[in-house]
């Protein structure tokens, strides 16, 4: 099966190397047999919901980053500010189990001053170049309780920003 597929994609895009498409094949289909498994073991809900919820972090993480190289700040604090914004910082978001519109977050605990307050600027600054659009689909969001999530290790030169 492997080699028919190969020969029809070669012979839609002729330029595409056969080892690349061979790497795709493969990809493909072990992704498959994953769902297969999660489906038959029942973890394919459990996965999906966390797909959503990482999915909802990178996002935050994207909108974040874009808008601080957005703002007219000194390159060394640019760069010291943008080490420190990874996916482990970001904090964790559930969705209300009454009401789906609702996110509550969940501050994460062994953050510093200065790293809340610069997520804080960074989230308003984000929130103003929202559009009348942009801003009714934005989900409200209350804060809960602090995250259980432990603290990641300390990269050295990000001290400042852990609690």
Known sequence: MTEAILIYV???????EEGVIRC???TYFNSV???EIMELTGKKEEHNRKMVLYGRKHRKLINRR?????????PKEEERFMKALEIETMSSEDSDSEDDSIFVTRPLSWVSTEFKQLIQRLDRK??????????????????????D???PKKPKGLEWMFG
């Open 10 to 16: 070669k012979g839609q895009h002729q330029t595409v």
């Open 33 to 35: 047999k994953q769902k």
């Open 66 to 74: 874009r808008t601080l190289k957005e703002r007219k700040i000194d």
């Open 24 to 26: 795709g094949i493969e």
């Open 149 to 151: 999530r432990p603290c």
């Open 126 to 147: 984000y929130d103003r170049t929202l559009n009348a659009q942009g801003k009714r689909l934005k989900s409200k969001r209350t804060v809960g309780e602090p995250s």
